[in-house]
């Protein structure tokens, strides 16, 4: 009879978890403050350094370079990639053969960041690129969009939002799913019209579900790198170069673990700080049923 | 557009209305997701047809579309290059053993803090749940390190144990789950003797069965398409997973576009093929694990 010692029982159903939380995330959390203060090289002796690496992240002008190509990205991957998947989702919602067209717009969701950073590569060569031999049949002259640094991040984006709309249009769907019907009923009777229903009932109830995704989507592109990794190596002229990558090559590459860790840190409350807001701000936008 | 579709199943009016206007617009709809789902699969197509190429139809302008000849020699090349059987077996075996101990230790953690009242509960739980906030490349280079003490660089368990011992969403969505069995179906257990194991196993593992498909599909995708970590971790290529041995493949033929093709689509193709079987049940339980997170 094993109820009569929750304490003993409770722990031992959680000690698995409770191991790998202290050891793989906890311990290496607080390691990581611990190193962010050392100019530990990996090899030789550390020593306590203060807060000279955060100073140096702030003088470095690779970290602004990284800053700016991460916002440049979200800027682009946030609004456009959330307005398509809700627009597809809200689209789907109301046709049938949904199940069939749900089977097409997925698919990118399950492959891997390396096989559709490859993919993209040949799609977008600026030379022998589909792309821009379709645009040229528009008398379009493509650009090279992995090798100029004005449209690589661009490209970026464009692969990570056809990469992510699945993801974003299954979790809309799932939130268009937990609207009642009954709503767009009696917006009927009083004569409403698409336009209408959509301003006023889709719109405010799916605010809980665009405001998951936003957080998600703001989320992963703070730590945008693979796909900058796989196709350009943070270049051309580092105009690829994302946070993430910085934190990346100063530890793996330079073996400058104190300034990568401070980096990381900084990487850490930056998305502490934007998600809080976003909470902070979600009920000005977000409309929860009661 | 003050016709409004939304509604033939609510008034009878619709019945008059004019079918052509209301087919019109289902149909246009139908043409331009057509055409989106077009773009979407695209990519996919034009990787398997440059894959069959050979160098000298590749760089032709205006594209090629049908390969001619047909290469398949590129796929054999390509098999030959680098150890991808063994790449499969690696991310095989790995994602297994990583997915199914996720589902007994993040199911047992989330049945304790859903309904055993020990103490410190509350606690851990928020400490779970603040650790779902932790960028991984935070903890990026203090693992590494402590892999490094393990000695388990450059060795599989550097990707197993982590992944297998620490998922704290999982254990958050298994939780919110079990919160939602009714207690009722437990208490007869209870008033017959059944401990905490017993209910564990034979109560809630049965009734949470569709959260546990969800957590399974979450954490294969997860696992399989992993490339951060081996990317760290591992530096032998006979222990590389399918990613990053596709990426060094990359790097060995970079500008030798139908080979690199046929290693994308070697590396691809059966994920795709258990993605066209099984898609109902992968986008519904993608769809639960959002949706409850």
Do not use: C
Not at chain 1, 51 to 57: D, H, P, S, T
Not at chain 1, 166 to 182: D, E, H, P, R, T
Not at chain 2, 29 to 41: E, F, R, T
Not at chain 2, 251 to 258: I, R, V
């Amino acid at each position: 009879m094993d109820r009569s010692r929750p304490n003993l029982w409770g722990f031992l159903f959680i000690s698995p978890q409770l191991i790998g939380l202290l050891f793989f995330s906890l311990i290496p959390l607080v390691y990581a403050f611990v190193l962010s203060f050392t100019d530990w090289n990996g090899f030789a002796e550390s020593s306590f350094v203060g807060l000279a690496n955060y100073i140096e992240q702030f003088k470095n002008p690779d970290f602004f370079t990284a800053i700016i190509n991460t916002v440049y990205y979200m800027i682009l991957v946030v609004p456009i990639g959330i307005a398509i998947a809700m627009i597809l989702a809200i689209s789907l919602n109301k046709i049938t053969g949904k199940g069939i067209y749900r089977v097409f717009f997925f698919m990118p969701v399950v492959t891997s960041s390396v096989s559709v950073g490859i993919i993209f590569m040949w799609i977008l060569n600026g030379d022998f690129g589909i792309l821009n031999q379709a645009l040229s049949l528009f008398g379009i002259d493509g650009p090279m969009w992995l090798t100029d640094t004005k449209w690589v991040i661009p490209s970026i984006a464009l692969l990570s939002i056809w990469w992510g709309l699945g993801y974003n249009m299954v979790i809309f769907l799932a939130g268009l799913q937990g609207i009642s019907k009954s709503y767009y009923e009696a917006a009927s009777i009083d004569g409403a019209n698409a336009f209408q229903k959509f301003r006023h009932i889709t719109l405010p109830l799916l605010t809980p579900t665009t405001f998951f995704v936003t957080i998600m989507t703001i989320i992963s592109s703070f730590q945008v790198f693979d796909q900058a990794f796989v196709m350009t190596q943070g270049g051309p002229a580092k105009a690829s170069y994302t946070i993430v990558f910085h934190i990346y090559d100063q530890a793996f590459v330079d073996f400058t673990m104190g300034k990568s860790s401070a980096a990381a840190i900084i990487l850490f409350f930056v998305i502490l700080i934007f998600t809080l807001v976003q909470f902070k701000l979600q009920d000005r936008w977000v409309f929860y049923e009661k | 557009m003050k016709n409004n579709e939304n509604t033939v199943n609510v008034s009878t009016k619709t019945l008059t209305k004019p079918l052509s206007k209301f087919n019109l617009s289902k149909f246009s709809l139908h043409i331009i997701l057509i055409l989106g789902a077009a773009v979407m699969v695209f990519p996919f197509v034009w990787t398997i047809l440059s894959s069959l190429k050979g160098m000298s139809q590749i760089f032709v302008i205006p594209p090629q579309w049908i390969p001619d000849p047909v290469l398949w020699s590129n796929y054999i090349d390509s098999l030959l290059a680098m150890p991808f059987g063994l790449a499969y077996f690696n991310s095989f075996y790995i994602t297994v053993i990583i997915v199914l101990s996720t589902l007994i230790t993040a199911s047992m953690a989330a049945y304790a803090f859903a309904r055993i009242n020990f103490k410190g509960a509350n606690i851990l739980f928020i400490l779970f749940l603040a650790t779902m906030m932790i960028p991984k490349q935070v903890t990026m280079i203090p693992l590494y390190l402590v892999m490094d003490k393990l000695g388990w660089l450059d060795t599989h368990l550097s990707l197993i144990v982590p992944g297998a011992l620490f998922n704290a969403f999982a254990v958050f969505l298994l939780r919110q789950f079990i919160l939602g069995v009714p207690r009722e179906l437990e208490e007869a257990a209870i008033m017959d003797g059944a401990g905490y194991g017993r209910i564990y196993w034979f109560i809630i593992l049965p009734l949470i069965k569709p959260a546990l498909a969800a957590i399974a599909i979450f954490t294969f995708l997860q696992a399989w398409n992993n490339f951060l970590d081996p990317l760290i971790y591992l530096n032998t290529p006979e222990k590389f997973t399918v990613p990053i041995l596709l990426n060094s493949f990359k790097g060995l033929y970079t500008a030798n576009w139908p080979l690199m093709m046929a290693g994308t689509v070697i590396s691809v193709i059966p994920v795709l093929l258990v993605y066209i079987v099984a898609q109902k049940q992968i986008i519904e339980g993608v769809a639960i694990t959002g949706m409850k997170g």
